[in-house]
């Protein structure tokens, strides 16, 4: 079938990214507006996966995610199946909020949907909209947050016609504040400790789609395992805060905690200081991105620059509470293992293994 690469997909980060560091300039200027709240701004916050916010007593933290075109894949997968999937994408849409919501230690309390349609329409299949209301219900009761409300437009002309653009917000909170991990106490000896994930969860997925439109049974393409390619691509989102509730109960406060979702493994150097995180050990990766990586003939550096490749979450812990980090989370359900060590020296992943080297320049996510 040839190559085909990311970009190809219509994913390329060099144009995406330059926007999200223009954005980031000009809300860095609006900061001094929380003054008259009484309130102030955690600087060291921008660029991070959530912004916090001081309260005096406790930190808040925010952030808003979209699902991407997940969505597209389940209609597909349903003319297959006849199951609509929108339970479990549900979940996938939550957990791209929530895992990056407590990546800077924040408890999650309450979310927010965007579901805009692209008509009217799309809410009168009764099935589909059940699904994505029992599975968002779902989802909120696994973090323990409220579901507050939300927004459903119907934008023709904007969202194509009986599609969907799923998208949550969620809050959180920081108390005590000695929870917040945004990475002052990262150094040299701290171990790095990746959490698994379930699948390609939702990043990667327009690369998935375009390789369907190669394959010449699509989505019903059978993987080894006899499982359907389309819907081993919609096996849910991992979500991650039982994990870092837990550990906060069991009195570990990671130094930084990385949500490696878009740009992959080039996410463990989310950092702005200049470290080096050497990896020893790599996970098994799922059936669903060996299939992809394979069909799509990437390398490792197009594989594990781009998709998470069996990781989901990276916590930064002292070497010290390696071992209790390792049995909190296997006690959520959540594989777990030693994957590496941070080092003084340049801004890189060296991914041992694969002798593959990740640089500073890599990664373009903060202004």
Known sequence: MGKLDYQQAGV????????????????????????????REL????????????????????????L??????????????????????????????????ITVGATPISVHAYWAAGGSGWFHDQQRATDLVAGWQRACDACGVSWGGGETPALAGVVVDDRIDLAASCLGIVRPK??????????????????????IHANGVSLARKLAERLPQGYGTKLPSGAL??????VPTMLYSP??????????????????????WRKIMRHPAAFTYRIHTLPEVPEVLRFLVQQTGSDDR???????????????????????????AEAQGVRAWV????????????IEPLGLTFGGDDLHVRA
């Open 178 to 199: 000695s929870r917040l991990t945004l990475g002052e106490h990262l150094a040299g000896g701290d171990t790095i400790v990746l959490l698994a994930s379930s699948g």
């Open 243 to 264: 994990v870092t509730e837990a550990l906060a109960a069991a009195g570990v406060v990671p130094h930084y905690c990385a949500n490696i979702t878009g740009h992959g």
């Open 12 to 39: 390329d980060y060099s144009k995406i990214d330059p926007l999200k560091i223009l954005a980031q300039r000009a809300a860095a200027a609006t900061a001094g507006n929380l003054a008259r709240h009484g309130f």
């Open 68 to 101: 991407g075109t997940k969505a597209l894949v389940a209609d597909a997968t349903r003319s297959l199946t006849g199951r609509t999937y929108y339970d479990q994408i549900a979940q996938d849409t939550l957990a791209m909020a929530v895992n990056d919501l």
């Open 302 to 328: 197009e594989a594990y620059g781009n998709l998470n490749m069996g990781a989901g979450f990276a916590l930064f812990v002292a070497a010290a509470d390696a071992e209790r980090t390792l049995a909190v």
């Open 43 to 66: 600087a060291a916050s921008r660029g991070e996966s959530a912004y916090v916010i001081d309260c005096g007593d406790f930190h808040l933290a925010s952030i808003t995610e979209c």
């Open 229 to 234: 390619f389309g819907e081993a691509l919609l």
């Open 339 to 350: 994957a590496g060590r941070v080092e003084p020296g340049g801004k890189q992943v060296i």
